[in-house]
């Protein structure tokens, strides 16, 4: 139990109240440090009622603290608690221990008898730890991954469908050879559909593509260990990068340069972060899926809103995605809300 409290120690972020004024961090994400205090404290100033309208508590969960993707819908999730007078609560999970932190992350908001929790990159697993924030009254929203605990809101994209529209575009840029698939971790449900959606595409479309697995458990590190690995087996055989999360996407670009092989291979990854936007940009990335990242932060707590305020909302709101290339990347800037996170 100490080693415990220690972690959720070591990853709470301090409480974020969001009527005070901003500041830039080093990501280009506001955040507010006039409101940090210690877990558990509140502001008087954010209890204030606007047009009548009680002023609701709500603790978000990120799963991760250096994550870009999670920083943009951290932002959305923020600015919209603040258009719509929500008090915010914000705690990160600890990495080398998400389901651990989410139930202490969990319980901490139950102390704080927080109206709603919103929370991204859960899993099944996860599910108990909901059903007791749920016995308390207090409603849930899940960004991304569904707990399938039921009687909650999921706000999520199709993985293997932008996963497969991926493959499709593609199947149609590439010469025969060997695709490198870098994968994520396999025991959850977006790497899964993100390699199933994208391998099962192509090899349906091109009988003369290779696929070789690289399993990197989201760490770019060993994604680029992979790649080297399949460069020195395949040399100038590789003619696709397909990645289930950025960093894999962008080591991958790292290792071919370096192997003088960037010339003749597309890159393709998955999340459409401000980063890989500016490779993009820059040549070094060839093509991305374009998650909205910051539109399902906005609709997830527009929705927290909703059924705070007793209306009635979609028990799943499934986001489109697009493949995005030199081609469009600039109007994908621009659609996604991501001008203010370039750097």
């Not at 409101?35 to 609701?56: H, I, L, P, W, Y």
């Not at 599910?127 to 605990?149: L, M, R, S, Y």
């Not at 192997?259 to 060839?286: H, W, Y």
Request: charged share 20%; proline share 2%; hydrophobic share 40%.
């Amino acid at each position: 139990m100490k080693t415990k409290i220690l972690a959720l120690l070591m990853v709470i972020a301090t409480l974020i109240s969001l009527t005070a004024c901003s500041k830039k961090s080093n990501n280009n994400i506001t955040d507010n440090p006039s409101a940090e205090s210690d877990v558990g404290s509140t502001d008087e100033a954010n209890n204030t009622v606007k047009d009548g309208q009680k002023a609701f508590k709500v603790g978000f969960v990120c799963p991760e603290a250096t994550n870009e993707g999670w920083q943009v819908t951290a932002a959305a999730i923020e600015d919209t608690a603040k258009e719509l007078n929500i008090e915010i609560s914000k705690l990160y999970l600890d990495p080398s221990d998400y389901e651990g932190t989410f139930a202490l992350a969990v319980d901490t908001f139950i102390q704080q008898k927080v109206d709603a929790i919103i929370y991204g990159g859960a899993d099944e697993s996860y599910a108990a730890t909901v059903h007791k924030a749920q016995e308390e009254g207090i409603k849930c929203v899940e960004i991304d991954n569904p707990t399938n605990a039921g009687n909650l809101w999921n706000i999520t994209v199709d993985s293997y469908a932008a996963a497969a529209v991926a493959g499709e575009w593609m199947a149609k840029e590439l010469d025969a050879g060997v695709v490198l698939m870098i994968n994520g971790d396999m025991a959850r449900t977006n790497a899964q559909q993100r390699h199933d959606g994208f391998v099962e595409t192509i090899t349906n479309l091109r009988s003369d593509i290779e696929i070789h697995e690289i399993y990197a458990n989201w760490d770019s590190t060993t994604a680029l260990a992979g790649v080297e690995d399949a460069i020195t087996q395949y040399g100038n055989r590789i003619v696709g990068v397909f990645s289930a999360w950025d960093g894999g996407a962008l080591a991958a670009a790292s290792a071919l340069e370096v192997a003088g092989l960037s010339d003749n291979v597309i890159v393709c990854g998955f999340d459409g972060t401000p980063t890989s936007m500016a490779n993009i940009r820059e040549g070094k990335l060839q093509a991305e899926v374009g998650q909205p990242l910051y539109e399902l932060g906005k609709v997830g707590m527009q929705t927290v809103n909703t059924v705070l305020t007793g209306g009635e909302a979609e028990e799943k709101t499934v986001l489109g995605c697009s493949i995005v290339t030199a081609e469009n990347v600039e109007e994908f800037i621009k659609s996604a809300g991501l001008e203010r996170f370039m750097n």
